[in-house]
């Protein structure tokens, strides 16, 4: 007859099962890191590098934003890339109040086929009525009651927000030339058109502080307009133009150097010089002397269109005066006394 367990000697065996399923899974922890759930149905376009890049580009971005914003509104701001994250779009749209401040950009991507390459920038509530104070004369404190823009409000901003979108052209000088515009205003989260729900869009956070008021700015780019700017195609066929212009400019450098070597030039060799008086030239005669400012010893200027560009001796070369060239001078330097 089989052995009968004891509640006791049970507890013991689950409580054994459970411990050794906690140290597999601990060992599965230290073999393999952290493990992230990935959805196979919602694949993600853009890889590690391509995102730490695009870090890399709004990390500057965000400083130069930082100096931008301060000499704007006159008043302390810091603005600091928080992450950059791929989803899709509509959970960002969701995560989105009603009531926003949003930009939308065409960056007008040199050799781009769409019509609009399409950003968009969303800014805090708190930030942007902080701004409209600062920039009416205010001391910049944000908006205590919950209230929609006003016209001239979104006007005042939309003239703020055109700054902020001509900085992204800087950034990206480097990786593609792009001419950046913003396009209009959105305050209504709801009404945006122009990106699919379904579409992949990479977001910027920075979080931007204006005073003493903290606040968010999104920057989100969907994958075809991402796709458009980090192409490495394109990348590559800017390093060849500028590599073309480099060779351009050399030839031309070479054809006006050759032509240069074409050109006749006086060159004078002088001994020294000696100022008289009107009266005593012109009562000189045979066999006069004249005392020049210059030792027996002392070099001959060899001037090449009124600059000295040599010094050397005087000698004699087939029975004809010559000078010896013992040394070079800078261009343009004066003849020594």
Known sequence: MAEILSQ????????SLTSGKDEIEDQKTSLFGRVKEY????????????????????????RVLSSHTTGILQIYSLIEIFEVEEQQYYEFNNALPDSVLMGMIDLEIKGSDDEEDLVLIDMSKDIG??????????????????????????????????????L????WFDYIEITPRLIKIETNSRTLQGISANENVVIIVMNITVNETQGKINICIPATTLDMLLRNKTSQNKKNVKRGDQQAEETRRKSIINEIRKTELQITGRLGEVEVLSQDLFDLEVGDIL????????????IVNDEVWFRGEMGVFNKNKAIVIKEFSETGSEPIK
């Open 291 to 302: 005392k020049l400012n210059k030792s027996v010893d002392s070099s001959v200027d060899v």
């Open 168 to 171: 992204m052209k800087n950034v």
């Open 8 to 15: 006791s000697q049970i507890d013991s065996l689950l409580s």
């Open 129 to 166: 009525f902080c701004s409209i104070e600062r920039l009416l004369g205010g001391r910049g404190k944000p908006l205590e009651a919950d209230r929609e823009y006003t016209e001239i409000e979104i006007g005042v901003l939309e003239y703020f927000i055109k700054g902020m979108v001509n």
């Open 39 to 62: 959805d196979f149905r919602r694949p993600k376009l853009f890889t590690r590098e391509q995102l730490k890049l695009l870090f890399s580009i709004y990390e500057n971005y965000a």
